[in-house]
């Protein structure tokens, strides 16, 4: 699995990143992360169903996911959130 940091966000997209809709939430990568898509989605549905679990509740809206190629893009979007 390559390094890169996945962010919960609720901000827009540019043309720069891949978007991968899925029952309840958007995965958003970029070209790097393509390769080890299937691993990101398994970790995503894995929490998704360890929250509903634990709150016995389900989500009430969709998210979207973002996995960021390198700390440097990570930073960029905290710094403009």
């Known amino acids: 699995m390559s390094s890169a940091l996945l962010f919960i966000s609720w901000i827009k997209t540019d043309k720069n990143w891949l978007n991968e809709k899925h029952k309840g939430y ?21 929490g998704i169903n360890a929250v ?4 016995n509740a389900s989500y009430n809206k969709e998210f979207n996911v973002f996995i960021h190629p390198n700390r440097h893009s990570l930073d960029s979007t905290w710094q403009m959130d």
């Open 26 to 46: 958007t995965l958003i990568y970029t070209y790097f992360d393509k390769t080890n898509i299937k691993e990101y989605n398994k970790l995503v549905k894995n």
């Open 52 to 55: 509903k679990i634990f709150f």
